[in-house]
T-cell receptor, first 111, second 114 residues
Framework: DAKTTQPNSMESNEEEPVHLPCNHSTISGTDYIHWYRQLPSQGPEYVIHGLTSNVNNRMASLAIAEDRKSSTLILHRATLRDAAVYYCILRSGGSNYKLTFGKGTLLTVNP | EAGVTQSPTHLIKTRGQQATLRCSPISGHTSVYWYQQALGLGLQFLLWYDEGEERNRGNFPPRFSGRQFPNYSSELNVNALELEDSALYLC?????????????FGEGSRLTVL
């Protein structure tokens, strides 16, 4: 499985934007970039995914570098509820639908 | 619509015993995934079932096993429990043919081995 590298932790203030980086220099052409988050004492929750183009949904935006070797999850206005561990994951576009989670980034949101 | 449900929520066993954890996927989902999350660690992939077949297996010993039933629910069995098996066991489901590959996770079953 192609690997991802994320900072161990990041801190933000409430109502400010947050940019969570992810490096995936060994990404293959068919790998999708997925983001999940895990709130305390809960199972992971899907956030967003993309292949080549930037993506937006109600939760966040995903900015993908032109060479696809890195991506950034953008939370436009952080809330206290966004405090969680954020996982950047590569999923093969082939028949292997397994997701391999790394250690993720622990996001702390200050009031 | 009901989400992924797991039972039991908590389970306490002693070393050497067997544990059985259950998972009901979202209606219409044919794939079930099992993950282990030990305290302070990330999610480790255990097993993936689809249409009743084991499709992939993580780097775990054979005493971790499971199955998927015709109604797509799944069971994870852990034999000869060891202290390090204490963890949160998460189940996720997806509709394999969907191109999003999004996994929907349950709340998990916390297994404590004494």
């Amino acid at each position: 499985d192609a690997k991802t590298t994320q900072p161990n932790s990041m801190e933000s203030n409430e109502e400010e934007p947050v940019h969570l980086p992810c490096n995936h220099s060994t990404i293959s052409g068919t790998d999708y970039i997925h983001w999940y988050r895990q709130l305390p004492s809960q199972g992971p929750e899907y956030v967003i995914h993309g292949l080549t183009s930037n993506v937006n949904n109600r939760m966040a935006s995903l900015a993908i570098a032109e060479d696809r070797k890195s991506s950034t999850l953008i939370l436009h206005r952080a809330t206290l509820r966004d405090a969680a561990v954020y996982y950047c994951i590569l999923r093969s576009g082939g028949s292997n639908y397994k997701l391999t989670f790394g250690k993720g980034t622990l996001l702390t949101v200050n009031p | 619509e009901a989400g992924v449900t797991q039972s039991p929520t908590h389970l306490i066993k002693t070393r050497g015993q067997q544990a059985t954890l259950r998972c009901s996927p979202i209606s219409g989902h044919t794939s079930v995934y099992w993950y282990q999350q030990a305290l302070g660690l990330g999610l480790q992939f255990l097993l993936w079932y689809d249409e009743g077949e084991e499709r992939n297996r993580g780097n775990f010993p054979p005493r971790f096993s499971g199955r998927q039933f015709p109604n797509y629910s799944s069971e994870l069995n852990v034999n000869a429990l060891e202290l390090e098996d204490s963890a949160l066991y998460l189940c996720a489901s997806s509709f394999l043919r969907a191109n999003t590959g999004e996994l929907f996770f349950g709340e998990g079953s916390r297994l404590t081995v004494l």
